[in-house]
């Protein structure tokens, strides 16, 4: 299965890029990979979702590398709003029981 | 579009109690999935149902725990009888399809004391 591994915690400034990798060394090849945020008291957000290269949208980029072992979550220019728990997914693609949602990445931004 | 919305927000109750939490997808979503947050545990996916059907269920942590689909617009988690480990955030989600994101609800606080 393929799970996934992430970074328990991360520190930023506002204004500065932050990137968030997530290891899955185990992914399958029908497997998507996707982000979410979950703030307090509320349910995990979708951010953005691949399958391979580069992907971008109004909130953030994704990365991915041709063997598809890792990801990389970019956020630029964050703000505080955007402290929160990130979470790395991979699945969906033959079984939602590999939507793993692991430990998630705790980003706290600092002014 | 109105998302997946959950009832109760909030639920406290006494421990023996039946618990029940329900759930309505987002319209046209044929995947719907109860997810459950702890502290220790983080999030678990407890069952997922496919077009009303419960497809993997490998997740519920005991036959305290049942879920039904009775139609494409609603759902139920019900937990009988209710233990204080069961209290957690329950959230419900909803997927258009496979590999698609899914969409989660606001959640529901569950407390047994």
């Known amino acids: 299965l393929a799970k996934t591994t992430q970074p328990i915690s991360m520190d930023s400034y506002e204004g500065q890029e932050v990137n968030i990798t997530c290891s899955h060394n185990?992914?399958?090849?029908?497997?998507?990979i996707t982000w979410y945020q979950q703030f307090p008291s509320q349910g995990p957000r979708f951010i953005i979702q691949g399958y391979k290269t580069k992907v971008t949208n109004e909130v953030a980029s994704l990365f991915i590398p041709a063997d598809r072992k890792s990801s990389t979550l970019s956020l630029p220019r964050v703000s505080l709003s955007d402290t929160a728990v990130y979470y790395c997914l991979v699945g969906g693609g033959d079984n939602f029981n590999k939507f793993y949602f692991g430990s998630g990445t705790k980003l706290n931004v600092k002014p | 579009d109105a998302g997946v919305i959950q009832s109760p927000r909030h639920e406290v109750t006494e421990m023996g109690q039946e618990v029940t939490l329900r759930c309505k997808p987002i319209?046209?979503?044929?995947?719907l999935f109860w997810y459950r947050q702890t502290m220790m545990r983080g999030l678990e996916l407890l069952i997922y149902f496919n077009n009303n059907v419960p497809i993997d269920d490998s997740g519920m942590p005991e036959d305290r725990f049942s879920a039904k689909m009775p139609n494409a617009s609603f759902s139920t988690l019900k937990i009988q009888p209710s233990e204080p480990r069961d209290s957690a955030v329950y959230f419900c989600?909803?997927?258009?399809?496979?590999?698609?994101?899914?969409?989660f609800g606001e959640g529901s606080w569950l407390t047994v004391v």
């Open positions: 319209s046209g979503h044929d995947y």
């Open positions: 989600a909803s997927s258009q399809n496979r590999g698609n994101t899914i969409y």
């Open positions: 185990n992914i399958a090849t029908n497997d998507y």
